[in-house]
């Protein structure tokens, strides 16, 4: 895990650990507040998960041509991150 959190502080320079607890705080305040507005109220958990998938397709698209530290990791694991944090926000949003 932390070897994701180091190639997130490739966003803010180079990938080391503070920069990337701060990338990902960032990156977390801004997605959250696009699908804070962006969610419809009905079957939020599941438009949640499906913009969590977009996300990942532009996120991981543009980390592949600029950012390689995140680029080199495992894509698996980092769609799924993206999907459930959609999910998780859509849940939360509308509890």
Same mark, same amino acid.
């Not at 696009?34 to 438009?47: D, E, K, S």
């Not at 499906?50 to 530290?69: C, H, S």
């Given at each position: ?36 507005? +962006?969610?419809?109220? %009905?079957?939020?958990? /599941?438009?949640?998960? #499906?913009?969590? *998938? @977009?996300?990942? &397709? ?12 995140? +680029?080199?990791?495992? %894509?698996?694991?980092? /769609?799924?991150?993206? #999907?459930?944090? *959609? @999910?998780?926000? &859509? ?5």
């Amino acid at each position: 895990m932390r070897s994701a959190v180091e190639a997130a502080g490739e966003l803010l320079g180079r990938p080391t650990l503070v920069r990337g607890i701060v990338a990902h705080v960032l990156m977390t305040v801004a997605w959250t507040s696009v699908l804070v507005v +962006a969610l419809p109220r %009905r079957n939020a958990v /599941v438009w949640g998960a #499906v913009a969590g *998938g @977009a996300i990942a &397709g532009l996120d991981l698209a543009i980390a592949d041509r600029r950012f390689p530290a995140i +680029a080199a990791l495992p %894509r698996p694991p980092q /769609v799924a991150d993206h #999907v459930l944090f *959609g @999910a998780l926000v &859509g849940a939360v949003r509308y509890r």
